[in-house]
């Protein structure tokens, strides 16, 4: 009799993977500062470089904010609505529906969309459900690249290995400052946790055995030497950025010192300074007083009293306006989204040419990231049904409109191609065209059904209020033959 005995996991990690482990936390904190760099621009924290010329002392400390990084990526992300997925052939998405409702995906994408644009990229992974079921849901979540990297394979376009290090759940058996890693490999996804000695101890080994990482990439401005992408948030932009910070504090050190006019005095005499016990008075109570009443010198002279003209900032708002025709050039943003203005407003035609290039990229980051999602969710159908799906069943992603049509311009569009028969009436892609929402087109079908299923009981409700004494051949006895 053979006795089969269970394979028990490693408690340790073997040499490979430690190796590799070092590797990825060497590439991840390496890529951190520069991250964190990122991080600080678009949420107005960076520490503006001061030449140490035109800003005194007192007024280190003042610092100024403008916060046209975040606008820029807020701007592109704004137009990047993920709204559905759905089978290419015109199959129910009823699993596709179920998977992304159960993640709150259309939600949550936006926190991917974001990460890839201020840091260049996100990462998309794929596990088992919590309740460990077959057929529930698999779990996908966002992960920063602050505390996550991933070896590629460029010719394979699939990652090799991947590690996230993250804050343990359990924080009562272990304190704040410890940190556990998540190691992804193509057969297995290790937890382990930091010993005192110094080491790893595993936690937990799933062995999933899918044959491929189930961490995918999200990368924006890839190019062929450069896989791991670029954020929006370039070096010029940050160069633009800190100038016009450099102003904004110029403006406010010059509303300290030069902002009240200052007055002269020209052959006053000591006593037009001091109150009326002899005590001088103070620079700000000699200017502040409203009248000054000064006695004539002992050559019987009127003291000449006079302003310097205060000073006038419209010449640092001009170079600020100029600053911010330069960043809309970089972000190919419209000039008014950061401030800019004209006396003249811009008509609407206008606008829209001016927003083309925002427009593309949009269409360039639809594209780019709805492959990844599209990776992803096949990733997760693997996970769910344990075999990978069909690959001649293609999925698309849905996505709002990235250009600021008019309803009305739409509607026609969609009618004129079905007036030219190139659609059929009833067919989505009509419905999508008029600008309908995912929501709103899947209401509309539901309505469709509804109303041919109340078309088809009056049909049948004619046809039993017709005479019993209708011979055959009749017009209402063929017209119950034809049904």
């Not at 272990?174 to 190691?183: A, K, N, Q, T, Y």
């Not at 002992?298 to 100029?322: M, N, R, Y």
């Not at 709002?400 to 004129?416: E, Y």
Request: hydrophobic share 40%.
């Amino acid at each position: 009799m053979t006795l089969s005995i269970p394979e028990l996991p490693l408690v340790t990690l073997s040499e490979d993977e430690l190796a590799l482990i070092s590797v990825l936390r060497a590439d991840m904190l390496q890529d951190r500062w520069r991250l964190l760099l990122l991080d600080a621009y678009f949420n107005g924290e960076q520490l503006v470089r001061d030449l140490g010329i035109s800003i005194p002392p007192q007024l280190k400390s003042l610092h100024t904010v403008i916060g046209w990084p975040r606008i820029g990526v807020e701007s592109l992300e704004e137009r990047l609505d993920l709204e559905a997925f759905r089978w290419a052939d015109g199959r129910r998405s009823t699993d596709l529906e179920e998977i992304a409702e159960a993640n709150d995906l259309f939600d949550e994408s936006t926190l991917a969309h974001l990460d890839a644009l201020a840091y260049g990229r996100s990462y998309l992974t794929v596990g088992s459900g919590d309740d460990g079921t077959d057929g529930a849901p698999p779990l996908m979540s966002i992960e920063s690249p602050l505390d996550m990297t991933l070896l590629w394979d460029a010719r394979l376009r699939l990652g090799t290995a991947a590690l996230r290090e993250c804050q343990p759940d359990s924080l009562m058996e272990s304190g704040p400052e410890d940190r556990m890693i998540v190691l992804y490999l193509p057969d297995q996804t290790i937890q382990a946790m930091p010993t005192e000695s110094g080491g790893w101890e595993v936690v937990d080994r799933d062995m999933h055995g899918l044959g491929i990482v189930p961490v995918l990439r999200m990368a924006n401005r890839q190019r062929a030497a450069d896989r791991v992408g670029k954020s929006e948030i370039t070096p010029e932009v940050m160069s633009i950025t800190d100038a016009a910070c450099r102003r904004l504090m110029g403006i406010e050190v010059a509303a300290e010192f030069f902002g009240a006019p200052a007055r002269y005095i020209l052959g006053a005499s000591e006593s037009a300074f001091q109150d009326a016990e002899g005590n001088t008075k103070s620079a700000w109570e000699t200017y502040i007083g409203r009248v000054l009443a000064l006695e004539r010198d002992e050559d019987g002279q009127v003291p000449t009293v006079g302003t310097f003209p205060a000073h006038d900032p419209s010449g640092q708002t001009k170079i600020i306006d100029l600053y911010a025709r330069i960043m809309a050039t970089q972000f190919g943003l419209p000039p008014h989204m950061l401030g800019y203005t004209t006396d003249n407003p811009a008509s609407a035609d206008a606008i829209r040419s001016t927003e083309a290039k925002l427009v593309k990229k949009s269409e360039r980051r639809i594209r780019r990231f709805g492959a990844t999602w599209q990776q992803a969710m096949r990733l997760a159908l693997w996970v769910r049904d344990g075999e990978p799906p069909d690959k001649a069943r293609r999925i698309e992603t849905v996505w709002r409109n990235p250009a600021t049509p008019t309803i009305a311009a739409q509607t026609d569009a969609a009618v004129k191609l079905v007036q030219a028969k190139i659609l059929p009436a009833d067919s989505d892609v009509v419905l999508e065209m008029a600008g309908l929402t995912e929501g709103q087109r899947q209401r509309v079908r539901a309505d469709r059904r509804r109303a041919a299923g109340v078309a088809l009981l009056d049909r049948l409700a004619g046809m039993n209020d017709t005479p019993a004494d209708s011979e055959p051949g009749t017009e209402a006895d063929d017209g119950l033959d034809s049904l």
